[in-house]
């Protein structure tokens, strides 16, 4: 095998387009260069990102004992207007939770399948849209915590999707519109606490995608079912790569699987 590692999701790279890295223990793999060349996955064992014992994974790279015990997995991180270290309350680490809740976050737009609310750390902006796969996306409001980007999204998803329909988003399916329209006609409806933070005058940020072909009929590889898998790499998007006879591997979904990787001419 000529790699070999625990699946982490894809580290990218603003740009046109994008550029895509898998970070193994020992190697680096920039996935662009991988398009119309055949790649080999090989399931080989799990290793939770926590405990790193070969335990299943039960969600997001973490073994399940260890799903229910690290701050990285707690109620807050999906739901963000569960957040409580704005008011010195702990979840399971208020160390971590004032880390990571008490810094600016950004409440946006983003076009993936269709418009969708979402929240995100400001310093993960572009990430965040490159790994939902958005090809177009802006600001609504920036923030001082989670809490209030939480309360914000909550409100808002009475009126705009949060939801993305990864089938249409690798399909490519997709119709551009005008974001800086909706956020327009959202604004009435961001609660009181954080209308003194709407963004005003920003404009829509574009991504552009590395893709060769886009698949008609999507199916997704799963490891577990399919420890073996080889096909030609036709494109990446979001934290997905698609592959010629219309397999889709979504990377993050495979945190904590240990694979080897091969790749043939």
Known sequence: MQFEGVLTKMETEYGSPIQYYLLL????????????????????????LQCGLDKPIFRMGFCKNCFFEVPQAADWVIHPELSKAHLDQEDRDLEFEKRVQLQPHVVYLANSSSVKVGVTRKNQIPTRWIDQGAHEAIE??????????????????????????????????????????????LKEYIPKEAKEYFIENNQETHLEFPVLQYPHKPKSLNLD????????????????????????FNVRSNEGYVVGIDILG
């Not at 209030?148 to 909550?154: D, M, Q, R, S």
């Not at 990864?166 to 399909?171: E, F």
């Not at 420890?227 to 889709?248: A, H, M």
Request: net charge negative; glycine share 6%.
């Open 25 to 48: 223990e020992h190697n680096f793999i920039n996935v662009n260069q991988l398009l119309n060349k055949t790649v080999s996955i090989t399931f080989l064992r799990y290793q939770c």
């Open 140 to 185: 609504i409001v920036e923030v001082p915590n989670r809490y209030l980007a939480g309360i914000t999204e909550v409100a808002l998803k009475d009126h705009v999707s949060d939801k993305t329909n990864w089938r249409t988003m690798l399909k490519n399916e997709i119709e551009d519109e005008d974001l800086v329209a909706w956020r327009g006609k």
């Open 225 to 248: 079912k399919t420890p073996n898998f080889s096909g030609v790499l036709k494109g990446i998007k979001g934290q997905y790569l698609i592959f010629e006879d219309e397999t889709v």
